[in-house]
């Protein structure tokens, strides 16, 4: 298993990985730099802190992800690809039959997305679709990073989704309040780690998700 905990900060080294694994994140960090000039992936303030602030934030949940009734992960309002491209680079010589499912309604972003499915030689699915459209959807995980508030969030997973085990959420410094008042309307498990990339964010994976009164 590749153990986020071992990520180290000062550069691009995540650990107890391939040198061409190592190689893949870097030419993606660079491949979001270059189009960040006419596409809007990332805050142009991060881009010096790419490698911590991007890719080894998404990295750091790979230990969530790789378990054996983990096959299929859905990135919802997936941008850039964060942390969907970064866990897909990082599973795909570990377990080829891993997939990743991508929901991004921007055309632009969507095309960034289908082109770093090719470069990687990524198992996964590129869907031009504003997610809150559909139905029926199927996956093992659910992750999102900077796309919607955790209640809008639930909201897509028990509408949208007929079936999925686990929810990989990233917080920031209010999470722990923002936990709190969201326990007033949902009933949920959830599993808390302080990130590795910022003292103030913390990783929540969610299970048995059911809003109450149902």
Request: net charge positive.
């Amino acid at each position: 298993m590749i153990d986020s905990n071992i990520i180290k900060f000062k550069k691009l080294s995540i650990q107890n990985v391939s040198r061409e694994t190592l190689k893949e994140l870097k030419d993606y960090s660079n491949a979001i730099i270059f189009r960040n000039r006419t596409i809007n992936l990332i805050s142009k303030s991060t881009e010096k802190y790419i490698n911590i602030r991007h890719i080894e934030d998404s990295a750091q949940i790979i230990d969530l992800i790789d378990k054996n009734d983990i096959k299929t992960c859905t990135d919802l309002g997936a941008g850039a690809g964060l942390p969907g491209i970064v866990l897909g680079i990082l599973m795909k010589t570990k377990k080829p039959t891993f997939k990743l499912i991508f929901y991004e309604k921007s055309y632009h972003k969507s095309n960034f997305l289908r082109e770093m499915k090719k470069k990687f030689d990524l198992n996964s699915e590129i869907n031009q679709k504003n997610i809150f459209n559909e139905k029926n959807l199927t996956t093992d995980v659910i992750i999102s990073r900077a796309f919607k508030p955790l209640p809008i969030i639930f909201q897509i997973a028990k509408k949208n989704f007929k079936n999925f085990k686990y929810i990989i959420l990233f917080l920031g410094k209010s999470g722990k309040q923002i936990l709190k008042e969201t326990l007033k309307s949902w009933k949920f498990d959830y599993e808390e780690k302080k990130s590795l990339t910022n003292d103030e964010a913390t990783i929540v994976k969610i299970s048995n998700l059911k809003k109450k009164n149902e």
